[in-house]
């Protein structure tokens, strides 16, 4: 069951109290600020519910998102020192814009951590393994 827990026009993150997994579902082309935001309140609900396992859903992602560099060099980090142990990330099948933001983030910091998905049955199984 998923719980809506923060929403703007980029982004909806929710729990899923199912799974003990967080879930972010990305729309439209996330300004820097956008994701600055969105990933803040991925955190905080990673610290909330103490879980370590998040699905990414980048699939209504129409372009590039100004904010790659932030999330490898500084949000990826913080992340996996509060304990995220499995981001899967499952990419834009539109928007090759985007699949290259998400491969110059994932590339800096993977540490076994970021895993990045066409399907979303693949990232599921792969968070539940």
């Known amino acids: 069951m998923l ?3 923060y929403e703007d026009n980029d982004v909806t993150v929710s729990w899923d ?3 003990n997994w967080i879930s972010v579902a990305w729309r439209n082309t996330p300004s820097k ?3 600055k935001k969105g990933c803040e309140e991925i955190r905080k609900l990673l610290l909330l519910k103490k879980t370590s396992l998040v ?3 980048n699939t209504q992602i129409n372009g590039a998102w ?3 560099s932030w999330v490898a060099e500084e949000w990826f980090p913080l992340m996996i020192s509060e304990g995220l142990r499995k981001f899967a990330w499952i990419e834009s099948p539109a928007s090759a814009l985007s699949v290259i933001s998400a ?3 994932y590339m800096k910091n993977n540490e076994g951590v970021i895993s990045l998905f066409k399907d979303k049955a693949e990232a599921e199984m792969w968070l539940k393994s």
């Open 17 to 19: 109290s199912i799974n």
């Open 55 to 57: 699905l990414n859903d």
């Open 103 to 105: 491969k110059r983030s």
């Open 66 to 68: 100004g904010a790659s």
């Open 33 to 35: 600020e956008s994701v």
């Open 3 to 5: 719980t809506q827990y």
